[in-house]
C-alpha cells in the first residue's frame, strides 16, 4: 500500500515518460538505500584513532587462585589482536597501557545430587581494569568489578579449569567490549 501510494506521487512528477513505472521503481529503491545507509553502522574502529599500540603486562591476582592472571592476560591479548586494531608492542613502544586485576574468582555450586555431590557449578571471575595513554599520562578508562561466569557439569566431565578458561575468553571478550564503550 505504502509503495503504490509513493509510486502513484512520484509518477504525477514524471512528464509524458513512457516507462514511468520503472523511473518509480528506482526512484524509491535509491530512498530506501539512502535510509538504510544512515542507520548509524560504521567499518571504523570504536577505539580511539590516536592510540595505535598497547602493552599488556601481567594481571595482578589478588585470589588464592594461582595461574589464573595468566591465562586472562593471554584471553585478552588474544581478543584484542582478534577485535581491534591496536598492535600489542613492548612497554617501551606502546602508546598505551592495559593494567589489569583479577579481583575475586567465586564458585557455586548450582545443583547438587542427593549425596551433597555437585553435580552443576558456576564460576564467576571479577576484574578490574585501567587504560593509560602513555604519551599524556591520562586514564582512557577505569573500570571496577567486571564480572563473567561460567557454568560446567561434573557428569560430563566438565571441570573448574575446563569452564574458567571459558571465562576468561567471554571476560576479555568483554573487557574489550568496555575499551570500545567507553570512546
Not at 598505551?96 to 564467576?124: P, Q, W, Y
Not at 578490574?128 to 564480572?147: A, L, M, Y
Not at 576468561?168 to 570500545?180: G, H, N, P, T, Y
Amino acid at each position: 500500500m505504502l509503495r503504490s501510494f509513493f509510486k502513484n506521487q512520484l509518477l504525477d512528477y514524471v512528464p509524458n515518460h513512457k516507462n514511468k513505472t520503472s523511473i518509480a521503481c528506482l526512484v524509491f529503491s535509491l530512498l530506501f538505500i539512502i535510509s538504510i545507509g544512515g542507520c548509524g553502522y560504521s567499518s571504523k574502529s570504536l577505539l580511539r584513532s590516536n592510540v595505535r599500540s598497547i602493552y599488556i603486562p601481567i594481571f595482578d591476582n589478588d585470589t588464592f587462585y594461582r595461574g589464573f592472571e595468566f591465562d586472562l592476560t593471554e584471553a585478552i591479548r588474544d581478543q584484542i589482536l582478534l577485535r581491534t586494531r591496536l598492535d600489542i608492542v613492548d612497554k617501551d613502544e606502546a602508546d598505551s597501557v592495559l593494567f589489569g586485576k583479577i579481583s575475586a574468582v567465586n564458585e557455586n555450586m548450582l545443583i547438587g545430587d542427593t549425596r551433597d555431590n555437585i553435580v552443576e557449578s558456576r564460576i564467576t571471575i571479577s576484574a578490574e581494569v585501567r587504560w593509560i595513554d602513555k604519551r599524556t599520562g591520562r586514564t582512557i578508562i577505569e573500570r571496577k568489578n567486571i564480572k563473567m561466569p561460567a557454568e560446567f557439569i561434573v557428569r560430563r566431565n566438565e571441570t573448574l579449569s575446563s569452564s574458567s578458561k571459558t571465562a576468561f575468553v567471554k571476560l576479555a571478550q568483554r573487557i574489550v567490549d568496555v575499551m570500545e564503550e567507553e570512546w
